[in-house]
Nanobody
C-alpha cells in the first residue's frame, strides 16, 4: 500500500504564494504518474494538475494554468505544487494522488483514474 503525505498548506492573503509537497512512502512511486486535486466545501473534488512519471509532461486545469506549477524531484521522491497569485477561489483541501501507470496521450483528470490518495492539506486564501 502506498501512502502519500501532503504538507505546505496554510492561510495566506490573496496574491500570495504557497508550495505544497507530497511524499510517497515507497520509492516505486517514482514510476507513477501523479497529480493534485482539490475540494472546496460542498463541491466535488476537482482536478488541478498532473505530471508524468519522468516529470517531462505536465497538464493543468484552466483555472490554474499560468499560476500553478507541478513538479517532482525523483531523487527526493517528492511531488510539488507551486501556487502563485493565489485567489480566494483557490481555497480548498488539496490532495496528492498517484497512478500506477503513466499516461500515453490523454492526461488523467478524473479522480477514479488514480490509485492512491493522501489525506489532504488545507489551503485558505483570504480576500
Amino acid at each position: 500500500q502506498v501512502q502519500l503525505v501532503e504538507s505546505g498548506g496554510g492561510l495566506v492573503q490573496a496574491g500570495a504564494s504557497l508550495r505544497l509537497s507530497c511524499a510517497p512512502s515507497v520509492r516505486t512511486a517514482r514510476s507513477y504518474a501523479m497529480g493534485w486535486f482539490r475540494q472546496a466545501p460542498e463541491k466535488e473534488r476537482e482536478f488541478v494538475a498532473a505530471i508524468s512519471a519522468s516529470g517531462g509532461r505536465a497538464h493543468y486545469a484552466d483555472s490554474v494554468q499560468g499560476r500553478f506549477t507541478i513538479s517532482r524531484d525523483t531523487a527526493e521522491n517528492t511531488l510539488y505544487l507551486q501556487m502563485n497569485s493565489l485567489k480566494h477561489e483557490d481555497t480548498a483541501l488539496y490532495y496528492c494522488a498517484a497512478r500506477r501507470t503513466n499516461w500515453a496521450i490523454v492526461p488523467p483528470r478524473a479522480p477514479d483514474e488514480y490509485d492512491y490518495w493522501g489525506q489532504g492539506t488545507q489551503v485558505t486564501v483570504s480576500s
